[in-house]
């Protein structure tokens, strides 16, 4: 019997109104993985390849000839946007067949879920932090939820395979299936992941069962690409450069920016008229800027407001209202958008998707490209890259348009290699731990030390994390009212551990937006987000300060003042550069090719820094000499190496290299003093890399690296074991000194 003849009658029905001619080929592989199988499932296909019929066709065929006697299918999305997008689809499908489905979020109807709980079945879907909640609130109520569980399926897993809330996604899975005393397989969706082995193995953590990845021929991607670059004022880099450039040229534009615009939100607001797009920013304060200007020359041109805005600070009302008009096809607005809007949300004939400047990973241009192609039309994304003109005197880093080269890499990886980054393994999650652990006894009331561990410590993403560390963790916990002891020698949550809890805040594990006071002795400086770490720059008050210490609990950052400029800082990158991304990086600088999707300004732009990369010699010194005792090294790696190859030197270097003044561009260069010479510096650090020393030297004497929402309420001890261990990547960066080796001199010669 076929895949189709499998199918439930209402499932047939709906495919024969929908006017399809045949199935895809990863609604087959999907089929027959999901019939004739009891394993987990990890689905892997293009954008709009139809992913999630292929998963909910089986799936409600066999719940339609067995109905589950609770809640039969878990939907969990990392979006309340992707959740309310795919409730109308299965609604529909659903609805022949009696099968009811149901959304459990922030946003969502209480009264809808009063009557879950009142007659549990059907199709639950959630978000990560509403299924915390759940598990938190209602947990007298999980096993009459959940016992027939028969399949969670996570969409966009991709999503969160790298940081805490996946790890925090999975958490909640096995203690639901503990709780529930169900045994359900679990179906994994993405158009984007790299080694998919991985990934498998990831979905099946804390199970029983293995993960069975579908192959199939998948349908040909065809792009529509394009990467144009501008100065934000001034000449472009093709002033006198004559008609000889051979570059890609696009439609003429359907409307005329302004005099005064901006070039490169310009060139969009140029091509945006009569058209529906979406416009990727890479965060939710050029969000604002971009679609303020956009509106301005909308303003200054007479023309009707044809720009709206999508991001996760927005009201619900808001959002909701772009992605409704996204949804109308006959809609010619255009929204900006950071990534909100960037997973799985079929938001109809989008026409085309504009990034400014290169996103952080291959993953992220893969899914917003995937916003655009669907309905049987190319996917089509226009790269806008900016920058400011290099001042005369500027140095060689000044040289370099980073997001336009980034921009290059990220496209050619995936194009020559299918690159996708791979999942997140090695991490040390203490601030998970935590908060898993307050919610674990907030939620089952009085435990015991040892019950309390064998309920959390058991869990897959802590097996990594040791009895001893998790005794030292509980202690700290005790000693600070997080948790009390009683007087038969439980533990139940504290006072201040509930004040915790009781937040609704308390559901999710990434960290929200919190300002920090900046001090100098008495003067208050202003406040920033996400302070960077003891040492680093800031520039605050039209000046530049070292950070002297950071008071967590106050939010407070104590500084000085300090002559120089300021590098961008840690807290500033949302997100971990692939070391691969830098190396294509390189290549692209070091290679003669010419990529077919550049436009002429970026043509332009890229043979100037090719001109300055080989004029430097870059292709052969890491370290380049800027006159005097100022050098610059351009490691290659990407942000998490790149971090440990920094405090290395700061740390383990100083004193042989004579090293001073030393800054950051993460991840791309460090510049600093010294007072040896490239030979030696080769040397001196290929010594100290060979030499034994342990991780936790690469932690300032003072310095706390909160990095997780809850790492203030964790031992300092665990919180630098975390970052040392699980965050610094010492091997990427140890390897890329050893491959220096081949630098030095031999003596003989």
Not at 265 to 276: A, D, L, R
Not at 392 to 405: E, G, K, Q, S
């Amino acid at each position: 019997m076929n895949v189709f003849d499998r199918y439930a009658p209402f499932i047939q029905d709906y495919i024969y109104r929908s006017g399809w001619q045949q199935l895809r080929g990863v609604q087959n592989a999907a089929g027959e993985a999901i019939f004739h199988s009891e394993d987990h499932v990890l689905l892997t296909a293009s954008t709009a390849s139809g992913k999630t019929e292929a998963a909910f066709f089986p799936i409600l065929t066999l719940l339609d000839e067995e109905p589950s006697r609770s809640v039969g299918v878990l939907y969990i999305a990392p979006l309340k946007a992707l959740i309310n997008d795919q409730f109308g689809r299965l609604t529909e499908l659903c609805e022949e067949a009696g099968i009811k489905v149901t959304r459990w979020h922030g946003d969502a109807s209480q009264s809808q879920k009063r009557k879950l709980l009142k007659k549990p079945s059907g199709i639950l879907q959630i978000t990560p932090e509403s299924l915390e909640s759940l598990l938190l609130n209602k947990y007298m109520e999980i096993p009459s939820l959940f016992h027939d569980l028969r399949f969670i399926v996570i969409d966009e897993i991709h999503s969160l395979l790298r940081g805490d809330r996946g790890l925090q996604t999975f958490c909640l899975i096995e203690r639901l299936c503990r709780l529930a005393g169900c045994d359900p397989r679990r179906i994994g969706l993405s158009a984007t992941i790299g080694k998919p082995e991985a990934a498998a193995r990831f979905l099946a953590a804390g199970s029983h069962r293995r993960t069975i990845i579908p192959s199939f021929e998948g349908a040909r991607e065809v792009w529509r690409l394009s990467m144009e670059h501008f100065y934000n004022s001034g000449p472009q880099a093709d002033e006198g450069k004559g008609e000889m450039v051979e570059a890609l040229e696009i439609e003429a534009p359907t409307d005329q920016a302004p005099k005064a615009a901006d070039p490169g939100i310009g060139y969009i607001f140029e091509h945006t008229h009569g058209k529906k797009c979406l416009i990727f920013t890479n965060s939710r304060e050029e969000c604002e800027a971009v679609c303020q200007s956009l509106r301005q020359y909308c303003e200054v041109k007479h023309e009707p407001d044809r720009f709206l805005i999508h991001h996760g600070n927005l009201s619900t009302s808001y959002r909701e209202s772009a992605e409704e008009e996204m949804k109308d096809d006959d809609s010619l607005m255009s929204v900006c958008a950071t990534a909100t809007l960037e997973l799985g949300i079929d938001i109809g004939r989008l026409e085309r998707a504009f990034q400014i400047d290169a996103p952080f990973t291959v993953s992220g241009f893969l899914q917003r490209m995937g916003r655009t192609g669907r309905r049987g039309n190319p996917a089509e994304m226009w790269f806008v890259m900016r920058e400011e003109h290099p001042e005369a005197r500027a140095m060689l880093p000044d040289m370099i348009p980073w997001y336009l080269v980034q921009g290059i890499a990220l496209v050619q990886l995936y194009l020559e290699e299918r690159f996708v980054e791979p999942p997140s393994t090695h991490r040390l999650p203490y601030s998970l731990l935590y908060h898993q652990t307050m919610s674990t006894l907030a939620s089952c009331g009085e435990m015991t030390p040892a019950e309390l561990a064998s309920r959390v410590l058991t869990l897959s993403s802590f097996r990594g994390i040791s009895q001893e560390d998790y005794r030292l963790l509980l202690l700290h916990l005790i000693q600070n009212d997080h948790i009390n002891r009683t007087e038969n020698g439980g533990l139940i949550v504290g006072l201040t551990g509930e004040r915790i809890v009781n937040n609704y805040k308390f559901y999710a594990v990434f960290q929200e937006n919190i300002e920090y006071s900046v001090r100098s002795g008495s003067e208050e400086l202003g406040t920033i987000v996400k302070p960077p770490p003891v040492q680093d720059k800031i520039a605050i008050a039209g000046r530049v300060w070292v950070v002297d210490d950071v008071d967590h609990q106050k939010r407070i950052v104590y500084c000085t003042l300090v002559k120089g400029n300021i590098p961008a800082y840690f807290g500033d990158v949302p997100g971990d550069i692939h070391t691969r991304i830098l190396e294509r990086m390189y290549q692209v600088l070091n290679e003669n090719k010419a990529y077919p999707y550049l436009m002429r300004h970026a043509v332009c732009r890229l043979e100037d820094a090719r001109m300055s990369f080989q004029k430097a010699d870059m292709a052969n010194h890491p370290l380049i000499h800027l006159g005097g005792n100022m050098w610059v090294l351009f490691p290659w790696l990407g942000s998490y190496a790149f971090l440990a190859m920094e405090r290395f030197l700061k740390i383990r270097c100083p004193k042989r290299l004579g090293l001073k003044g030393l800054t950051s561009s993460r991840p791309y260069y460090i510049q600093f003093t010294m007072h040896v010479s490239e030979q030696e510096f080769y040397q001196i650090v290929l010594e100290e890399a060979k030499k034994e020393w342990d991780p936790l030297e690469l932690v300032y004497p003072k310095e706390v690296p909160v990095f997780e929402k809850y790492d203030e309420y964790v031992p300092d001890e665990l919180i630098k074991k975390g970052f040392a261990y699980g965050v610094l990547d010492i091997e990427g960066m140890k390897a890329r000194i050893m491959s220096w080796a081949s630098l030095i001199r031999s003596k003989d010669r």
